[in-house]
Nanobody
Framework: QAQLVESGGGLVQAGDSLRLSCAAS????????MGWFRQVPGKEREFVAA????????RYADSVKGRFTISRDNTKNMVYLQMNSLKPEDTAVYYC?????????????????????WGQGTQVTVSS
């Protein structure tokens, strides 16, 4: 099993930046890709970004491309989401998650069902 703990959320103004962190434990972190998702009440969990097990490949939702950057530090079992130029529509609870498949090759998955373990989430609120 894996345990994931997100941090770094908060209340910011439009145009500001935030850096989310996700601390992982309980399994071989470096063997699994990681993803960030977000969810607002009444809507399905939405893919934001993913990174491969060694960090060589990344994938972003169109809505955040060019503004958000996902990264990881396998020496610290950490994954990050740098969020710049935040917009009110970025307001959501943000979750990190582990890929179901170790050492995945090819396209990083977007569906939430392709991810196995989830953190408790961290709230990001962007005011206009």
């Amino acid at each position: 099993q894996a345990q994931l703990v997100e941090s770094g959320g908060g209340l910011v103004q439009a145009g500001d930046s935030l850096r989310l962190s996700c601390a992982a434990s309980g399994r071989t972190f470096s063997a699994y890709g990681m993803g960030w998702f977000r969810q607002v009440p009444g809507k399905e969990r939405e893919f934001v970004a993913a990174i491969s097990s060694r960090g060589y490949n990344t994938r972003y939702a169109d809505s955040v491309k060019g503004r958000f950057t996902i990264s990881r530090d396998n020496t610290k079992n950490m994954v990050y989401l740098q969020m710049n130029s935040l917009k009110p529509e970025d307001t959501a609870v943000y979750y990190c998650a582990t890929d179901r498949r170790a050492w995945r090759v090819g396209t990083l998955p977007q569906p939430a069902g392709e991810y196995e373990y989830w953190g408790q989430g961290t709230q990001v609120t962007v005011s206009s």
